[in-house]
């Protein structure tokens, strides 16, 4: 994968993504700096969505 773009499914901002990019890996969106997650990777299409919050567990 080279050069691959898609948009920020919380701004809609243009991400560049990387060429390693791998299926459940968490990227920051440039724009409105959220985290968003992989979804699925088919071909050239690549899906995210809203990464989930952080959670602390306090050792549970």
Avoid: F, H, Q, Y
Avoid at 2 to 31: A, H, K, Q, Y
């Amino acid at each position: 994968m080279n050069n691959l773009t898609t948009n920020c499914p919380i701004c809609d901002g243009e991400i560049n993504l990387p060429p390693d990019l791998e299926e459940s890996e968490i990227i920051t969106c440039d724009e409105c700096k959220n985290r968003v997650v992989v979804s699925s990777i088919a071909g050239s299409k690549v899906i995210l969505e809203e990464a989930p919050e952080i959670e602390e567990d306090w050792g549970e």
